[in-house]
T-cell receptor, first 114, second 114 residues
């Protein structure tokens, strides 16, 4: 178990709605990354936050936005949901293991858009 | 850009068989390489990692060696168990450039039969 937690575990929304997903980092980790994993695919990088600032973004539209809080927990917000947004959303916090920065993943939030 | 290519699955083996899952990569700079495992209905768990050429990562009987000359990081295990049934992802972080995101392969589903 990594110590990274996510909520909720499952969520069902309809097209056009908005959703907020939450992530608590492992203690001491100040960097959080979000990934989208479509069924049968590898995770795709959405964005990363470091000390409350966005630190890089993947190829996702602006309706995907995020926040990081002073306690390093994070939110992923998705506006105007589309059917293709149905996926497993993974949060990862970055820590050092053996002198090397490594991303540790939470269990994910499974989003279904109808 | 960065990319990871894994052998197509699914892979089906009998218990105690030898496992190889091939992984090759394309990256600028000096990537760190990872194998993550995803059990059914769960998030990603770090299995092993390597940071430089000729490093060997190992964990739970799994091994992978960072081969810069062939840009490969093949996963091996000498004797698989039913409990190893999962999806395996090869991934990289490019330390030479924008090293904040993991780039994943599409994953390889392994099924081990008793």
């Amino acid at each position: 178990e990594t110590g990274v937690t996510q909520s909720p575990t499952h969520l069902i929304k309809t097209r056009g709605q908005q959703v907020t997903l939450r992530c608590s980092s492992q203690s001491g980790h100040n960097t959080v990354s979000w990934y989208q994993q479509a069924l049968g695919q590898g995770p795709q990088f959405i964005f990363q936050y470091y000390r409350e600032e966005e630190n890089g973004r993947g190829n996702f539209p602006p309706r995907f936005s995020g926040l990081q809080f002073p306690n390093y927990s994070s939110e992923l917000n998705v506006n105007a949901l589309e059917l293709d947004d149905s996926a497993l959303y993974l949060c990862a916090s970055t820590g050092s293991a053996g002198g090397m920065e490594t991303q540790y993943f939470g269990p994910g939030t499974r989003l279904l858009v109808l | 850009g960065n990319s990871v290519t894994q052998m197509e699955g699914p892979v089906t083996l009998s218990e105690e068989a030898f496992l190889t899952i091939n992984c090759t990569y394309t990256a600028t700079g000096y990537p760190s390489l990872f194998w993550y495992v995803q059990y059914p209905g769960e998030g990603l768990q770090l299995l092993l990692k390597a940071t430089k050429a000729d490093d060997k990562g190992s964990n739970k009987g799994f091994e992978a060696t960072y081969r810069k000359e062939t840009t490969s990081f093949h996963l091996e295990k000498g004797s698989v168990q039913v409990s190893d049934s999962a999806v395996y992802f090869c991934a990289l972080i490019n330390r030479g450039g924008s090293n904040y995101k993991l780039t994943f392969g599409k994953g390889t589903l392994l099924t081990v039969n008793p």
